[in-house]
């Protein structure tokens, strides 16, 4: 199990060095030269050859780029991705707050997906082919079908609109987060119960369910041994839901003018503020890798023929 894990996140590591180069390349290939782009965004009436020469030394983009990255990436690994070209703030004093906001939001829905794909997904199992397996895969398809911000801008019609029931946007109280959150819940739930509901079904089938029954094991015993079963399915899918969902945020969080990531990515790309999105990019990369590492080393765990080849 340790060279399992040892291999995984050897690849991780790896992998996090591509992504940081790429990350890097992003300024190298703007349509715009960087260094214009800062003069552009601090206001300089006349952009000349010459301000430009000054400023790229001041940046440091007059030197070989393998240097230039060498220096971005020992600074990154300490939190330090520079200053906004916009704002002339240190970029993680706009990128810490909105992680963390969008954190947060991201943890009530990867919550709120897991819950619903489980419940639903057993449901479904034990009621295969019937009314409600039917219909509740027919709502889930329609729900998953409709473009997050259509659904979003319905529901604020109805509950806050109409019944005034919750906020339409911010993030002021713990009702801040019912309607983001069930716009990114609704939709993977709708995809991921079915994985769980299709992994019961043919769980129950197994030789095991038969000897149980056989041994006289009630069907609540069979049904949580199942689901135990069909978990190891489900990790791996489990374990991507986050970085999957810190990265789809940016149209709920502008719809729901929710301060995170989305909000802030928007804002950096349309005023062409490179550090930022260099650094929304490495860090939202960065997660896709470590989130894949981590659930399979819990898969490793919990199913050893994933390893029998180490």
């Not at 199990?1 to 390349?25: C, D, E, H, N, P």
């Not at 300024?27 to 715009?32: E, K, M, R, Y």
Request: hydrophobic residues 55%; aromatic residues 10%; proline residues 5%.
């Amino acid at each position: 199990m340790i060279r399992y894990a040892a291999r995984r996140l050897l690849t991780a590591v790896l992998l996090l060095l591509v992504i940081s180069f790429l990350a890097f390349l992003l300024q190298q290939l703007a349509p715009v030269d960087p260094a214009e782009a800062v003069l552009h965004a601090q206001g300089v009436p006349q952009v000349t050859s010459e301000l430009i020469a000054q400023k790229k030394a001041e940046l440091g983009l007059d030197r070989p780029l393998l240097r230039q990255y060498a220096s971005w990436l020992a600074s990154s690994v300490q939190l330090d991705f520079g200053l906004s070209y916009v704002t002339g703030k240190p970029v993680w004093s706009l990128l810490g707050p909105a992680f963390m906001h969008t954190l947060q939001l991201t943890a009530v829905s990867a919550a709120a997906i897991i819950l619903l794909s489980v419940a639903l997904g057993v449901y479904c199992a034990l009621r295969e082919d019937a009314w409600p397996d039917r219909a509740t895969r027919g709502a889930a398809f329609l729900l998953t079908a409709m473009p997050p911000y259509w659904l979003a801008a319905w529901l604020v019609w109805l509950f806050s609109v109409k019944l005034d029931l919750l906020p339409t946007s911010g993030m002021d109280s713990a009702a801040s987060f019912v309607l983001p959150t069930a716009v990114l819940a609704v939709g993977y739930a709708g995809v991921y119960f079915r994985v769980i509901r299709s992994s019961m079904i043919a769980g129950r089938n197994e030789d095991y369910v038969l000897y149980g029954r056989a041994n006289g094991l009630t069907e609540r015993a069979i049904t949580r041994r199942v689901l135990a079963n069909s978990l190891q399915v489900a990790v791996p899918m489990f374990g991507m839901a986050v970085p999957i969902l810190l990265g789809s945020t940016v149209v709920v969080e502008n719809v729901f003018a929710w301060p995170g990531l989305g909000t802030l990515s928007v804002k950096a790309i349309l005023g062409r503020d490179y550090p930022v999105i260099q650094a929304f990019v490495l860090l939202l990369a960065s997660s896709f890798v470590v989130f894949n590492a981590v659930s399979e080393v819990l898969s490793g765990l919990l199913n050893p023929r994933l390893r029998k080849d180490l």
